[in-house]
């Protein structure tokens, strides 16, 4: 059952009211018509519940199937350039790529294609009303939980962080965000996460910081404004720091309502001068989970390989996982996969690959995808479905060319409840 809302009677705007009524009532008239009547002194609480969706709070694990929905290469979806771009999301019906070079291309275009098909729905212009050789820049696609999405600006070279808002696929974008070199970490906008609604209301913005390629050492570093009816409610936002320095990485929150951090980075001390003989058992990847009372655990980073490229955590009814896109350690020649958890319950923090219940934890891994990738790029989305338990997870692998790169669908459908 969905709690809907909860109101304090005695600290309710007509707590000053019923104060000075004389034997005050509620009066409650139900459609069949019959009418209940209750004395509003004896009442504390009222909450109302929605009977048609069930939510627990209770973390369940459940038994999952993972099938593969559809894969396109990068000739399939007309991608412009299938070695760099940039990110994906998915709003609304749409999976969107931001379909960008390194330098400035003013053929640089967000593609829209029928999340489950991957049928292409038409190009979204990337806006340029003020931008200074904006393309250079526009390195991250996030979408909001209201079927919004926004790009955001890499802060590189004294570029700043924008962000072009839009409500659709349609729209104009607006511009909540301009700000100077100065008013954000160097290299904050790597990667974003939007929540609630960035146009109404209550929204989120985090920008994990970190090199552009991955190939540098840089603190831990993430930033983040809250916002309301779509504009921040700050300037400049605060700033946030992990204990760990990494060389490339991505930072979520839980939800508007829990702030729980996820953090994914990769500490890639040595690369590439380690010895061939060495490749199979450095794992410089790392995943770790910071509490609201700032406790952190950490899952086993012989569980992944060598790198994240990208990850997402997120839930399906009350189960979270973790999906990821992993390489190994050449970025020339090591492959790329897939990988999903069940991040549901503590215990993945203590297990590894070599304990004998690991398959319950790591659901699925992909087939290996080799194509050259020395700027480490590559991206994850999700998008759920709680009323059906089903999530479809999308990963965008690059390649040297159109037909080496491409992006796959993935469907995670929930079963029955692990007691």
Same mark, same amino acid.
């Given at each position: 059952m969905k709690k809907l809302t909860s109101l304090i009677i005695g600290g309710s705007i007509a707590a000053g009211a019923i104060a000075h009524a004389v034997n005050p009532t509620m009066v409650v008239t139900m459609k069949n018509g019959n009418v209940v009547e209750y004395d509003l002194p004896d009442i504390e609480h009222v909450t109302f519940n929605n009977t048609d969706e069930e939510t627990p709070d209770t973390p369940q694990r459940y038994k999952t199937t993972v099938s593969e929905m559809w894969t396109k290469t990068g000739t399939d979806l007309a991608l412009q350039f299938p070695s760099s771009a940039r990110d994906i999301c998915v709003a609304g019906d749409y999976l969107l790529v931001l379909d960008n070079t390194i330098a400035y291309d003013a053929a640089a275009k967000i593609k829209a294609y029928d999340k489950l098909t991957g049928a292409f729905v038409k190009d979204v212009a990337i806006y340029e009303g003020g931008w200074n050789g904006p393309r250079s820049y526009t390195w991250t696609l996030a979408a909001d939980e209201a079927g919004h999405f926004a790009m955001g600006r890499l802060n590189s070279g004294g570029?700043?962080?924008?962000?072009?808002?839009?409500?659709?696929?349609?729209?104009?974008?607006?511009?909540?965000?301009?700000?100077?070199?100065?008013?954000?970490?160097?290299?904050?906008?790597?990667?974003?996460?939007?929540?609630?609604?960035?146009?109404?209301?209550?929204?989120?913005?985090?920008?994990?910081?970190?090199?552009?390629?991955?190939?540098?050492?840089?603190?831990?570093?993430?930033?983040?404004?809250?916002?309301?009816?779509?504009?921040?409610?700050? $300037?400049?936002?605060? /700033? %946030?720091?992990?204990?760990?320095?990494?060389?490339? *990485?991505?930072?979520? !929150? @839980?939800?508007?309502?829990?702030?729980?951090?996820?953090?994914?980075?990769?500490?890639?001390?040595?690369?590439?001068?380690?010895?061939?003989? $060495?490749?199979?058992? /450095? %794992?410089?990847?790392?995943?770790?989970?910071?509490? *609201?009372?700032?406790? !952190? @655990?950490?899952?086993?980073?012989?569980?992944?390989?060598?790198?994240?490229?990208?990850a997402n955590v997120f839930s399906v009814k009350n189960a979270r996982y973790y999906f990821t896109l992993q390489m190994g350690y050449s970025t020339g020649t090591s492959p790329m996969s897939t990988a999903l958890y069940d991040i549901t319950v503590d215990d993945v923090f203590t297990t590894s690959p070599t304990a004998a219940d690991y398959s319950d934890y790591k659901l699925y891994e992909s087939a290996g995808h080799v194509s050259a990738n020395d700027n480490r790029i590559g991206s994850v989305t999700v998008s759920v479905d709680n009323e059906k338990g089903i999530a479809y997870l999308y990963a965008f692998y690059p390649g040297k060319t159109g037909e080496e790169a491409k992006i796959t669908c993935l469907k995670l459908e929930l079963g029955e409840a692990i007691d």
């Open positions: 570029a700043g962080f924008w962000m072009d808002a839009y409500t659709d696929i349609d729209a104009m974008p607006v511009n909540p965000f301009k700000l100077t070199a100065t008013q954000v970490p160097e290299n904050a906008g790597k990667r974003m996460q939007l929540l609630g609604d960035i146009f109404s209301g209550e929204g989120y913005v985090c920008l994990t910081t970190s090199h552009f390629y991955g190939v540098t050492e840089l603190d831990g570093k993430y930033c983040t404004w809250n916002m309301n009816d779509g504009m921040p409610t700050t $300037t400049e936002p605060e /700033l %946030h720091s992990f204990p760990a320095k990494w060389y490339s *990485a991505v930072v979520q !929150r @839980q939800s508007l309502d829990d702030p729980t951090m996820y953090v994914t980075y990769n500490d890639e001390t040595g690369y590439p001068s380690h010895d061939y003989s $060495t490749w199979d058992t /450095l %794992h410089g990847a790392h995943f770790a989970v910071v509490g *609201a009372d700032g406790s !952190r @655990q950490e899952m086993n980073p012989s569980c992944f390989s060598y790198r994240i490229l990208d």
